[in-house]
């Protein structure tokens, strides 16, 4: 309840970008990308590599989180319906069919940030209190961490 109240002090006296919530995950992309919004349905199919690429033709390189951490079994759980061991199975599936493009793995939520920031095609998931001005956050679905209705909670 204190943070609830907190939060919504913080949102009316800073505005929205201030009050985001510690469980919250952004997902984040390269400044210079042009989009803005994706769908959960969007999002998923970039998680599982049914999305390659842009709508501009350039590929997608998903940066994630080691196995294990809150923040991806979190993800993973919400974004695709799938536990860790389910999402490393779809890609050994995957690869059966056609050849698969594995996400890219970095030892932390703020070294991933950095790599998306320098990678044009960068795209990654990390908690919302990891974001800094050097990437672009995404809105889901029309909202953005922070803002009311925002679908990508995770437990800490």
């Known amino acids: 309840m204190k943070s609830a109240v907190l939060a919504l002090i913080a949102t009316v006296f800073l505005g929205t970008s201030a009050a985001v919530d510690a469980d919250e995950v952004a997902v984040i992309v390269n400044k210079s990308n042009f989009v803005n919004n994706l769908s959960m349905g969007k999002l998923r199919k970039i998680m599982l590599s049914e999305e390659l690429k842009w709508p501009t033709g350039s590929r997608i390189i998903v940066w994630m989180t080691p196995a294990g951490g809150r923040e991806r ?84």
């Open 73 to 156: 079994t979190g993800v993973l759980k919400l974004v695709c319906g799938m536990s860790e061991t389910d999402y490393t199975l779809h890609f050994m599936h995957s690869s059966f069919k056609e050849p698969v493009t594995l996400p890219k793995t970095a030892a932390s939520g703020p070294l991933v940030r950095e790599l998306v920031a320098g990678w044009v095609n960068g795209f990654a998931l990390i908690w919302a209190s990891d974001v800094d001005d050097t990437v672009k956050v995404l809105s889901i679905e029309g909202t953005r961490p922070g803002q009311p209705g925002y679908k990508i909670n995770v437990a800490r």
